[in-house]
């Protein structure tokens, strides 16, 4: 399977301030996807990220919110824009494997925003 | 739309003794099921999944399955509970239209005493 890097694994920033957060896959992979965690919920999930063509957002989820680069087949970037409390959550991107139908995570990013 | 309960909030158990965590699920169309595990600070981990073929099915650290169509559940099983499976676990279907979108269950902590 896969080895899916998260950087950062934990930040605490500032209100009204942006955060990035990059995914690294070791393999190419198609589809790239990034969940949000809020604090002792489940994981929703916020867009589909494919090379060469724009995010897909799911409801609830706007772009100039959570902007999501997808510059290659191995990396993708999610940002957390205009920061507030509410945004303070674990982030995680995961990938698919091709023919195997499971997805595989990185191991998230714990954004706390005060 | 699809989607899975999860309708316990947590499960205590005693090492050495047999372990469920329930699951059941609404989907439309053949019923594609995960579980993953989370372990504090980590990212998910995939356990097992059912697309199809054998009603049990039987996935990483011991851990199994049962998919029963007629309850529309998937529960997760271990014949014997260490403490090292306390975590949190979660039960997810596939989002329409694509194996590697997942809709989540709520999650349930697994708590093994010694």
């Known amino acids: 399977s896969a080895v899916i890097s998260q950087k950062p694994s934990r930040d605490i920033c500032q209100r009204g301030t942006s955060l990035t957060i990059q995914c690294q896959v070791d393999?190419?992979?198609?589809?790239m996807f990034w969940y949000r965690q809020q604090p002792g919920q489940s994981l929703t999930l916020i867009a589909t990220?494919?090379?060469?063509?724009?995010?897909?957002?799911e409801s609830g989820f706007v772009i100039d919110k959570f902007p999501i680069s997808r510059p290659n087949l191995t990396f993708s970037t999610l940002t957390v824009s205009n920061l507030s409390p509410e945004d303070s959550s674990i982030y995680l991107c995961?990938?698919?494997?091709?023919?195997?139908?499971?997805?595989?995570f990185g191991q998230g990013t714990r954004l706390t925003v005060v | 739309a699809q989607s899975v309960a999860q309708p316990e909030d947590q499960v205590n158990v005693a090492e050495g003794n047999p372990l469920t965590v329930k699951c059941t699920y609404s989907?439309?169309?053949?019923?594609?099921l995960f579980w993953y595990v989370q372990y504090p600070n980590r990212g998910l981990q995939f356990l097992l999944k059912?697309?199809?073929?054998?009603?049990l099915v039987k996935g990483s650290y011991g851990f199994e399955a049962e998919f029963n169509k007629s309850q529309t559940s998937f529960h997760l099983k271990k014949p014997s509970a260490l403490v090292s499976d306390s975590a949190l676990y979660f039960c997810?279907?596939?989002?329409?239209?694509?194996?590697?979108?997942?809709?989540f269950g709520t999650g349930t902590r697994l708590l093994v005493s010694p």
């Open positions: 995961s990938a698919d494997q091709g023919p195997a139908p499971e997805a595989f």
């Open positions: 393999s190419q992979v198609t589809m």
């Open positions: 990220a494919n090379q060469g063509s724009e995010a897909t957002y």
């Open positions: 989907v439309s169309g053949n019923p594609y």
């Open positions: 059912y697309i199809t073929g054998d009603n």
């Open positions: 997810a279907v596939i989002h329409q239209g694509s194996f590697q979108k997942l809709v």
